[in-house]
């Protein structure tokens, strides 16, 4: 689902704070989950959606063989692996729906490695700038930085 560009789940994951307070609002006033204020804290909001989108997106019956499902979905092995995660996505998972950062951001990596490979390319930076590496925003992104601190629309 996060692949699928017409789907609000893969525009919440890329970013865009609209979706984002929408699906909060959706959670928020749903009588099947409770807790936090959704709407306004997507790091609560994302994986308890993800998870209600594998329970409603269940398989209503497995198919005879050969025959099709009543209703396309997930497999009940898929869903209750993502149940066991907590509807968490690993940090792989999550950057590979950020892809602005992996492109804009010229190098990606640790502290140390993104401030040597400045240091080493240090003439094509203005005199003002000390450091190279920049934290990437939005997200927990285990220490990972940039080079280019982006702004506008980070993800995408």
Known sequence: ?????????ASALGGN????????????????VS????????????????LLLYSEGEVDELPETGKK????????????????????MSLEEVLRCRIRYFSDGLVLGSVSFVNEVFKRNRGQFGKKRRTGARAMKEADWRGLHVLRDLRGKRIS
């Open 17 to 32: 704070r609209w979706t984002r307070e929408g699906l909060g609002r959706i959670l928020s006033a749903s009588r099947r």
């Open 35 to 50: 807790g936090d204020d959704f709407e306004k804290q997507w790091a609560a909001a994302a994986p308890v959606y993800r």
């Open 69 to 88: 499902a009543i209703r396309a979905g997930f497999e009940q092995k898929d869903v209750e692996k993502e149940a066991a995660r907590s509807g968490q």
């Open 1 to 9: 689902m996060e692949d699928y560009r017409w789907c609000g789940y």
